[in-house]
């Protein structure tokens, strides 16, 4: 510890944030305000906030204050970060261990709509004239199925890592031909998730989306 760091102005902190109510979004008064109301120096109080920033207890936005509670997530740097210390494979890796649970969530919750949604998306996949056009309906499928999982949560984390996966490629991998081959490995794959899910069949469906990934993941190697 500090040896510098006054334990009694750390010990008031303390007491202060245990004894008070602060607004929804945690914000302390104002250094000046809060050392006048602990009786300490502003300098004493800066090393007891670093302290208990250090612990966790609280956390500062330059410009904004000082906070107690959770930090929020920093969406953006936080996929900015991802985005320098990850790769494809590891992109895959995370998708393979989340999707298959948000296709069981979708075979469980969805509604007859979202599930004619889900199929058209499939249908619209088969039928598109370019790579570029098959990835839109590729992607909008498994966020349609997303959807369904009725979770928000579950919908929020794959976007955020959608996000990430858009920023983590090892440029064009689709040459030739222009669309994807009638016998795309793809097709097949998706209409066992679909039905799947149509089914209200929760294993199944999580089974067959872990065997599309890794079919996915086996023909992203061969690309590289």
């Given at each position: 510890?500090?040896?510098?760091?006054?334990?009694?102005?750390?010990?008031?902190?303390?007491?202060?944030?245990?004894?008070?109510?602060?607004?929804?979004?945690?914000?302390?008064?104002?250094?000046?305000?809060?050392?006048?109301?602990?009786?300490?120096?502003?300098?004493?109080?800066?090393?007891?906030?670093?302290?208990?920033?250090?612990?966790?207890?609280?956390?500062?936005?330059?410009?904004?204050?000082?906070?107690?509670?959770?930090?929020?997530?920093?969406?953006?740097?936080?996929?900015?970060?991802?985005?320098?210390?990850?790769?494809?494979?590891?992109?895959?890796?995370?998708?393979?261990?989340?999707?298959?649970?948000?296709?069981?969530?979708?075979?469980?919750?969805?509604?007859?709509?979202?599930?004619?949604?889900?199929?058209?998306?499939?249908?619209?996949?088969?039928?598109?004239?370019?790579?570029?056009?098959?990835?839109?309906?590729?992607?909008?499928?498994?966020?349609?199925?997303?959807?369904?999982?009725?979770?928000?949560?579950?919908?929020?984390l794959l976007d955020t890592l959608n996000a990430v996966r858009r920023a983590v490629t090892w440029g064009r991998l689709r040459q030739t031909p222009v669309r994807p081959?009638?016998?795309?490995?793809?097709?097949?794959?998706?209409?066992?998730?679909?039905?799947?899910?149509?089914?209200?069949?929760?294993?199944?469906?999580?089974?067959?989306?872990?065997?599309?990934?890794?079919?996915?993941?086996?023909?992203?190697?061969?690309?590289?």
């Amino acid at each position: 510890m500090d040896q510098d760091l006054d334990l009694d102005a750390l010990g008031k902190l303390r007491r202060f944030l245990a004894d008070n109510e602060f607004p929804e979004d945690g914000r302390l008064p104002p250094e000046r305000e809060l050392a006048q109301s602990l009786d300490v120096g502003r300098a004493v109080l800066r090393k007891a906030l670093a302290t208990l920033q250090a612990e966790g207890v609280v956390w500062r936005h330059v410009g904004k204050g000082t906070f107690t509670g959770d930090r929020p997530i920093d969406t953006v740097a936080d996929i900015n970060a991802m985005v320098q210390r990850t790769n494809p494979l590891e992109v895959m890796g995370a998708r393979i261990a989340f999707e298959p649970e948000i296709a069981r969530c979708a075979a469980l919750n969805a509604t007859g709509s979202q599930i004619a949604d889900i199929r058209n998306c499939m249908i619209k996949a088969q039928q598109a004239p370019t790579w570029s056009q098959y990835e839109q309906w590729d992607n909008r499928l498994h966020r349609t199925i997303a959807e369904a999982s009725q979770n928000s949560l579950l919908i929020g984390l794959l976007d955020t890592l959608n996000a990430v996966r858009r920023a983590v490629t090892w440029g064009r991998l689709r040459q030739t031909p222009v669309r994807p081959p009638v016998d795309h490995h793809s097709f097949a794959e998706h209409e066992r998730i679909v039905e799947a899910i149509a089914e209200r069949d929760g294993a199944g469906a999580a089974d067959s989306m872990r065997r599309h990934l890794r079919s996915v993941e086996s023909h992203m190697r061969d690309l590289r």
